[in-house]
């Protein structure tokens, strides 16, 4: 019989919990959560009672054995006004009708076709650069990833137009993480200064993306973009994705399809830029393979040293660092009984840094992913991606897109960081740094 008291963990205060520590120092706090209570701790944020599971077994418990018997959490819902019954947000038979959709699209053999714009937009960001020249490198690879987000999701080349629904995101998105941190957030309609900008910010963004799908639409032949082929995609009964759903997806997709992989490739940057020998190491391997060229989909397999850096930044640094689950009914887990709404938090930055499963942990050393130390540890001790049925649909494209742009950029510059740079971290939704990392570029 499953226990009835909660998993270890920490009291918080009367009202608030823990949700003080939570919204100053998260990353910290979940560490601490680990450390201190074990692999299934318990916290509260002011109503919501909270486990926190840390080991691997009990994560592929939430996210696998027992998948049907949860939904994304309350924190996920936060975004709902932007995002809607997209992919991430929505639940049960429309997802999964959403999901066998849009999984077409995503296809090995249809995400190949991508590369050429992956390296042709990342060569005019090139071009734009200089030697001497100042960047930030967050903002310069969010930039090309969104540029070749909307290239391959809407067809999209207009630079006005890309500029004006980043923006839009942005904005919208900045007031709703706002409401993240509330303890009770106050309903959208109530008319609020901050929920009336956030309903304009929101509805400005959708009439944006209306646009783009009614060009889509209106379009006598097909194109190769990813808005195409959701417009054209039929399920098994005949039936197409509304106006509304296409808008839910485009922007779920967008979101899941830049900025995980814009913070890939930064934390990657900063990674090597000061860790010059696995810097050396990286050109060394594309010297060889590649001598200056951008590499294609045919030459990925032969760049191993590539996906090790890869995959370790993705460890140290985890663009989607959180990830949470609310059950639908009573469970159990690790020992415990786990009550209907109860919220389920996983951390990749937690798990990432289990000194059971990854050596010194702190440590970037991309060599560790070069002996098959993905087939020896738990799955679920490295899950950069999510898992379970709601396995993130892109990881392929995601993937495919940092190892080219690594290559690409790596074979003509490389970044200094500014000596006064301090590393700090703004975990939202991704794992952003708070200051951006400023750089000088060098030729190589």
């Keep these: ?66 998948a049907k018997h949860y939904v994304k959490h309350f924190g996920a819902r936060v975004y709902k006004p932007v995002l809607g019954n997209g992919l991430v947000t929505s639940e049960g038979d429309f997802w999964l009708r959403q999901r066998r959709l849009s999984q077409p699209a995503f296809l090995k053999n249809r995400v190949l076709t991508y590369a050429p714009v992956m390296s042709n937009l990342t060569c005019a960001m090139l071009a734009r650069w200089r030697p001497g020249q100042r960047v930030d490198i967050g903002y310069e690879f969010n930039g090309v990833t969104s540029a070749i987000a909307l290239k391959t999701l809407f067809g999209l080349d207009d630079v006005g137009d890309r500029e004006e629904f980043v923006n839009s995101l942005r904005n919208t998105f900045d007031l709703l993480s706002l409401r993240f941190r509330d303890l009770i957030p106050i309903p959208l309609w109530v008319p609020t200064p901050r929920n009336i900008r956030t309903r304009r910010a929101i509805a400005h ?58 913070l890939t490739l930064t934390w990657s940057w900063y990674l090597l830029a000061t860790h010059p020998d696995a810097e050396a190491k990286l050109v060394e391997e594309w010297s060889r393979v590649l001598g ?39 469970l159990e887990l690790g020992g415990y009984r786990v009550k209907k709404g109860t919220t389920i938090f996983m951390s990749q930055w937690v798990s990432h840094r289990d000194p059971r499963y990854f050596a010194d942990p702190e440590k970037f050393y991309p060599e560790r992913w070069l002996d098959g130390l993905a087939k020896r540890i738990p799955k679920y001790a490295y899950y950069p991606f999510g898992g379970g049925p ?45 200051n951006g990392i400023p750089a000088t570029l060098a030729m190589r």
């Design 390 to 434: 709601r396995v993130c649909i892109g990881n392929t494209f995601a993937l495919m897109e940092a190892a080219i742009l690594l290559a690409t950029v790596g074979q003509r510059y490389k970044f200094t960081i500014d000596p006064d740079t301090v590393l700090a971290f703004n975990p939202q939704i991704t794992l952003m740094p708070t």
């Design 1 to 66: 019989m499953p226990k009835n008291e909660l998993p270890p963990g920490p009291k918080g205060t009367l009202i608030g919990g823990s949700l003080a520590e939570f919204n100053t120092n998260r990353l910290d706090f979940f560490l601490r959560l680990a450390r201190e209570y074990g692999d299934l701790a318990s916290f509260r944020l002011g109503p919501h009672r909270m486990f926190f599971p840390s080991h691997p077994d009990l994560i592929e418990q939430v996210l696998v054995t027992d």
């Design 292 to 330: 200056g060229r951008s590499p294609t989909p045919d030459d990925l397999h032969k760049l191993p040293y590539t996906d090790a850096v890869i995959a370790e930044a993705m460890r140290v640094y985890p663009p989607v660092y959180l990830i949470g689950r609310e059950a639908t009914c009573d």
């Design 205 to 262: 963004l959708r009439r944006v993306v209306d646009g783009f799908i009614a060009a889509g639409r209106a379009r006598k032949e097909p194109g190769d973009d990813l808005l195409s082929r959701l417009v054209s995609a039929r399920d098994e009964d005949g039936s197409r994705m509304t106006d509304q759903q296409l808008r839910d997806e485009a922007m779920t997709l967008y979101l899941a399809g830049h900025e995980t992989t814009a």
